[in-house]
């Protein structure tokens, strides 16, 4: 449950459908105001169009041959029985792989079909189609591999001295950061040693995909892509076509917290369709969807805080080591998030951090929300704690006394010049109610950790509160160019707007409907379907769809805009600037002027495109310094827990959250988002691993994958969004979605620590760290 406090969302009122011919005036929209998502009816009505229940004549089915080991050399692929098999049509090696024989959106590492080793538990071998898909996954069961066994590398730290993995070596990036003095120490040292887990996305809907040949040659691919212009561009190169003969077309997103796809999966589609000339379709089992995909960076971070008597810091000194998996794929940037932002939102004078990422016979490590971020919060929260044991201070006092502000600067040299309310967002959660206490009561047994079949006594539960700061970058880094384009057209009084930004929950299609209707006050928008006959527009990542998307989708609405007051002030012998558009209707300054929306754009269709890019960044430097960031958005959680001490049960009671989001364009999605990334960071604290046992993957499926339900979801209070708008932002908008995730794992295990007395260095938490042997009476 969420709530808004302090007025920071007061137009989240319900918007309700007003009956039609009763001349009531139509229900507010624009910016700032909550309108209801885009997609809502044909969600609620099951009418919208997953890439699962797409369907064409001729359809085949597509299976993908796995490998089970982590590691190993391949002797020999026989698809001899696969190919003989009735209904088989085709069977895919990577000797059938006409183009680039590998590929990745950051680094083309990876083989489209592993053609002499396997590198890790998972990886495609051979892709068969066939008319059923019971048929498929049979033929490709009958591919006979065999396979040299090797001994895998799954311990991060062994890479650095194992034998090459793969041809570029172990070492993915190596990323020192030096700022300030070395041998400057301070009067209080604390040291610790942190672990973090392979989180996975998840998405409620597995990956699934249509291919359909075309007849000049080429292919279409329907899929859930959250970055099709990438995804087409690789196809194409993987299948030796030139990138306009290969189609892109996203159809419904069914839940992404990254890089959702497995691109082997769209390529798999793409050369079987290619070959065979016929549709062919994949829908993947909840296990190859577990397989295929990109995860968290499992992380081992080694932290040392120096700091005065008065607790204010005085060095960081970190090792960061990601585990990338087998392939490169996001590690570098996930790296070079961990690195800059290893200190936290805090004043740090002097940091010397190293950081590693290393490829391993793991699971492959991607893009997942909030990367690097998130696992460096949970290390220097660890450490703050820490530190204010030692010095016998308040834990959110000794985080009061270091916050970050504008104006001060990064350990990467770069100086905030976005809005930094860290100190307010922090005092905002310190000041917040917080929940009462459990009664001891029958009834209320189920609110204990565990729940009423596995609670122990009532006595044995203790209470804990902890505080984090957390902080992100928006959009790309590193001299990333972050563009988007978008058209914006008006026929009568409807609007459409064009634009490749993929739609992934965000709420992309309904802040483009907001800001056309507020830029040119029509009520009726249409967001067009994306597909990659459009131009780009980048990634669904990092909030880049808010700032570069929204940003051209209001140009291009303020060009139509001017296209279309042009011949009314022209005629009225005044400039464009003294008109406005506001409740449908357009107004001179002086009143002489007053005339509908409706009525000026009457037999009229105007148009326009415009681009939105960013200020330009830079990549790091050998020494980690660099203006690295195009900006930043920070939040402060507040966690409130029971523990049941003899069992090590966690039970999380109360989240309060207090974000930085520049505006909110949307309060109601603003809140959802805040409270989905919530949601994400408690799984993450205490429940979601993806376990592997020297590289094979354990309980590849939702059993064994513990995601948090609607009873481990506490109440989440957004107890203040801080409205200071990012001037070089459009709208003054910040991302909203990735810094709850980031932090809240970090406010749940200080919690802990403050209920137990432990450390809890690892994350998710395991019982036997939430116990006390020997407890206080």
Not at 535 to 550: C, D, E, K, L, Q
Request: proline share 9%.
């Amino acid at each position: 449950m969420t709530g808004i406090a302090d007025g920071a969302a007061a137009s989240a009122a319900p918007v309700t459908a007003l009956p039609q011919g009763t001349g009531a005036p139509p229900p507010p929209h624009g910016l700032g105001v909550s309108v209801p998502p885009a997609d809502a009816p044909a969600k609620a009505s099951g009418t919208f169009p997953y890439a699962a229940d797409l369907w064409a004549e001729g359809l085949l089915w597509a299976a993908v041959l796995r490998s089970p080991h982590p590691h190993a050399r391949i002797a020999s692929v026989d698809t001899s029985q696969a190919e003989q098999m009735p209904g088989v049509r085709a069977v895919l090696t990577h000797a059938d792989v006409p183009g680039d024989a590998a590929h990745g959106r950051h680094v083309a590492d990876r083989p489209v079909f592993a053609q002499d080793l396997v590198r890790y538990h998972g990886e495609p071998i051979a892709a068969v189609a066939a008319d059923h898909p019971d048929t498929a996954r049979l033929a490709a069961a009958a591919i006979a591999v065999a396979y040299e066994v090797l001994e895998p590398v799954t311990d991060p730290e062994e890479a650095f001295a194992a034998e090459p993995l793969h041809p570029d070596g172990n070492l993915v990036r190596h990323i020192p950061l030096h700022y300030g003095d070395p041998e400057v120490t301070g009067e209080v040292t604390v040291e610790g040693l942190y672990r973090i887990g392979r989180q996975d996305p998840a998405p409620i809907g597995a990956e699934a995909g249509l291919a359909v040949p075309r007849p000049d040659g080429g292919v279409e691919i329907y899929t859930a892509s959250t970055d099709p212009h990438a995804d087409r561009d690789l196809a194409a190169a993987c299948f030796g076509l030139e990138p306009d003969r290969v189609k892109v077309v996203v159809t419904g997103v069914p839940g992404a917290m990254g890089e959702r796809e497995d691109p082997g999966m769209q390529l798999a589609l793409g050369l079987l369709a290619l070959r065979t000339g016929r549709p062919v379709k994949l829908v993947a089992t909840r296990e190859e969807s577990f397989l295929g995909h990109a995860h968290r960076h499992p992380t081992l971070l080694r932290y040392r805080h120096h700091a005065d008597a008065e607790g204010r810091l005085v060095k960081v000194e970190a090792q960061i080591l990601l585990d990338a998996g087998a392939y490169a794929d996001a590690s570098a940037d996930a790296l070079a998030a961990a690195v800059s932002f290893a200190c936290g939102p805090y004043v740090v004078p002097h940091a010397f951090v190293e950081g590693w990422a290393v490829r391993t016979n793991n699971p492959p490590s991607g893009h997942v929300r909030g990367e690097g971020a998130m696992q460096v919060c949970a290390a220097y929260e660890g450490q703050m704690d820490k530190l204010a044991a030692r010095l016998g201070l308040d834990p959110a006092e000794l985080r009061m006394r270091n916050v970050l502000a504008t104006g001060d600067l990064l350990p990467t040299g770069q100086t905030v010049t976005c809005p930094a309310p860290v100190a307010e967002l922090l005092q905002a959660v310190r000041e917040a109610p917080l929940p009462p206490l459990p009664k001891d009561d029958p009834e209320d047994e189920w609110l204990l950790p565990g729940g009423p079949e596995g609670a122990g006594e009532p006595g044995a539960v203790r209470r804990g509160v902890g505080y984090a700061l957390g902080m992100v970058h928006m959009l790309g880094a590193e001299g990333a160019d972050e563009v988007s384009t978008a058209t914006v057209k008006v026929e009568g009084t409807v609007a459409t707007v064009i634009c490749a930004a993929v739609e992934t929950g965000q709420g992309f299609t309904t802040l483009a409907r907001q800001i056309v209707q507020d830029v040119l006050g029509v009520e009726e928008v249409h967001v067009a379907p994306v597909d990659t006959d459009q131009p780009p527009a980048g990634p669904a990542a990092r909030g880049r769809h808010t700032w570069v998307s929204g940003g051209a989708v209001e140009r291009a609405a303020k060009m139509v805009r001017t296209q279309l007051l042009q011949p009314l002030a022209q005629k009225f012998g005044m400039s464009v600037e003294l008109l406005s558009i506001a409740d449908g209707k357009i107004t001179s300054y002086d009143g002489v002027l007053s005339t509908t929306v409706e009525e000026a754009l009457e037999g009229k269709e105007l148009w326009a495109t415009a681009q939105c890019r960013p200020h330009p960044t830079e990549p790091l430097d050998d020494t980690g310094q660099g203006d690295a960031f195009v900006g930043l958005a920070f939040c402060a959680v507040r966690a409130v827990v029971d523990v049941d001490i003899e069992l090590g049960a966690v039970r999380v009671v109360d989240m309060a959250v207090a974000q930085d989001v520049g505006r909110a364009l949307n309060p109601r999605q603003v809140a959802a988002r805040i409270e989905a990334g919530v949601t994400q960071g408690v799984g993450a604290a205490l429940t979601e691993n993806l376990r592997t046992s020297r590289g094979v993957v354990r309980h590849p499926d939702l059993t064994g994958y513990a995601l948090p339900t609607a009873v481990d979801v506490p109440e989440i209070r957004i107890v203040r969004l801080v409205e200071e708008r990012d001037v070089v932002a459009p709208f003054g908008a910040k991302a909203v979605s990735a810094v709850p995730v980031v932090t809240s794992p970090a406010a749940v295990a200080a919690a802990v620590r403050a209920a137990t007395g432990r450390p809890v260095n690892r994350l998710p938490i395991r019982p036997q760290a939430a116990v006390v042997t020997n407890p206080a009476p």
